[in-house]
T-cell receptor, first 112, second 115 residues
Framework: RKEVEQDPGPFNVPEGATVAFNCTYS??????FFWYRQDCRKEPKLLMS???SGNEDGRFTAQLNRASQYISLLIRDSKLSDSATYLCVVAHSGAGSYQLTFGKGTKLSVIP | DTGVSQDPRHKITKRGQNVTFRCDPISEHNRLYWYRQTLGQGPEFLTY????????KSRLLSDRFSAERPKGSFSTLEIQRTEQGDSAMYLCASSGGRGSTGELFFGEGSRLTVL
């Protein structure tokens, strides 16, 4: 089983739609969770951290279920500018190190 | 500080040649990471430094790959005897420092093409 698994998509949705991405992780000792966004031919950038209680940032809502080792990202009222690849990221630390593992990413295309 | 910078941005080389990439992290960051990314894949972890100490290396990092971070500032990633399978985007990221949330700040990457 891969460490971080995501549906690669692509998800093609019309403007204004709500879309949800899911991610599962295999390391139960993982401590921190993030969603990164990567535009075509650009570097990944942090979209939002994911907290145990769930958190919201404008149109974006992230959820974490530690028992099921599952993370989600919900985007409401999709904009054309949301078109990108969304990377699920899981972090764990040990022996003084701190490592982040990325999923393959889920590609989103928002269509006019 | 303008963020993480990487050099060169693009490198085309012939199979068997050696290449070296440089990364200058954000100055107050003590952690530095190298990742490799190929088309349709997420970034794959290669190695990690905390200050000048290389704390983790992925099994992806064969003995042809070596990374250094002298004095805990910039880092270099060298690939010896390049193979076509080494063609990828090599991403450097840094994090740490006062108030760090663990967020990685990536450079724009060094794209390697091995002919």
């Amino acid at each position: 089983r891969k460490e971080v698994e995501q549906d690669p998509g692509p998800f093609n949705v019309p403007e204004g739609a709500t879309v949800a991405f899911n991610c599962t992780y295999s390391n139960s000792a993982s401590q921190s969770f993030f969603w990164y966004r990567q535009d075509c031919r650009k570097e990944p950038k942090l979209l939002m951290s994911v907290y145990s209680s769930g958190n919201e940032d404008g149109r974006f809502t992230a959820q974490l279920n530690r028992a099921s080792q599952y993370i989600s990202l919900l985007i409401r009222d999709s904009k054309l500018s949301d078109s990108a690849t969304y990377l699920c990221v899981v972090a764990h630390s040990g022996a003084g190190s701190y490592q982040l593992t990325f999923g393959k990413g889920t590609k989103l295309s928002v269509i006019p | 500080d303008t963020g993480v910078s990487q050099d060169p941005r693009h490198k085309i080389t012939k199979r068997g040649q050696n290449v070296t990439f440089r990364c200058d992290p954000i100055s107050e960051h003590n952690r530095l990471y190298w990742y490799r990314q190929t088309l349709g894949q997420g970034p794959e972890f290669l190695t990690y430094f905390q200050n000048e100490a290389q704390l983790e290396k992925s099994r992806l990092l064969s003995d042809r790959f070596s990374a250094e971070r002298p004095k805990g500032s910039f880092s270099t990633l060298e690939i010896q005897r390049t193979e076509q399978g080494d063609s990828a985007m090599y991403l450097c990221a840094s994090s740490g420092g006062r108030g760090s949330t663990g967020e990685l700040f990536f450079g724009e990457g060094s794209r390697l093409t091995v002919l």
